[in-house]
């Protein structure tokens, strides 16, 4: 597997707090994005980061906030959770646009 | 943008049987069709991918197979085994935006003894 790893893995909140979800990458890739993933709906991008201080809204980014201040880590914020944010959430890399993108191993989180 | 459809969700085949599974896309502009295979609890994993420049790409027991006039790829697994069941997702490239891909809802691969 590709260097990156996700933090925390499991993790359980209440509705109203904030949560962030850190993704971190030792390949030195340029792009990140932020899956969040549900049954019957695939894989849908949250936000994307094409480099440091670069990104973007991806299908379902309302709620949500992403920052990239080093190439090597892309965070996702959760301002105030709801329980629609219950998800698995991947963060995937890639060296190019377009090309190969390589997942993290996921963070589950529950919102009660 | 690009759209990705992709059939069936659900797939059951007895073990040394093929498996096809299809995706259309939308964007005549994309060009790198990748194919990932997620077993439960983990992560979706890259197992086979195809450019526009290509028709059919072979490896070992997996093949995927692309008509950019109709826009429509699809992945074959021939003399399946249980450890083939899992949940495999198609996807396109999104006409060179930074967005990267576009991926299918999925198809549940399920392989009966």
């Known amino acids: 597997d590709a260097g990156i790893t996700q933090s925390p893995r499991h993790k359980v909140t209440e509705t109203g707090t904030p949560v962030t979800l850190r993704c971190h990458q030792t390949e030195n890739h340029r792009y990140m994005y932020w899956y969040r993933q549900d049954p019957g709906h695939g894989l849908r991008l949250i936000h994307y980061?094409?480099?440091?201080?670069?990104?973007d809204k991806g299908e379902v980014s309302d709620g949500y906030s992403v920052s990239r201040s080093k190439t090597e880590d892309f965070l996702l914020t959760l301002e105030s959770a709801t329980s629609s944010q219950t998800s698995v959430y991947f963060c995937a890399i890639s060296d190019r646009v377009g090309e190969t993108q390589y997942f993290g191993p996921g963070t589950r989180l529950l919102v009660l | 943008g690009e759209n990705v459809e992709q059939h069936p969700s659900t797939l059951s085949v007895q073990e040394g049987d093929s498996a096809v599974i299809k995706c259309t896309y939308s964007?005549?502009?994309?060009?790198?069709f990748p194919w990932y295979k997620q077993e439960l609890g983990k992560r979706p994993q890259l197992i086979i991918d195809?450019?526009?420049?290509?028709g059919e790409k072979k490896d070992q027991r997996i093949a995927v197979t692309l008509n950019k006039t109709a826009k429509h790829f699809s992945l074959h697994i021939t003399e399946t085994q249980p450890e083939d069941s899992a949940v495999y997702f198609c996807a396109a490239s999104s006409g060179g935006g930074a967005d990267g891909l576009t991926f299918g809802k999925g198809t549940h691969l399920i392989i009966q003894p």
């Open positions: 980061s094409y480099g440091v201080k670069d990104t």
């Open positions: 195809i450019r526009s420049n290509v």
């Open positions: 964007d005549s502009a994309s060009n790198y």
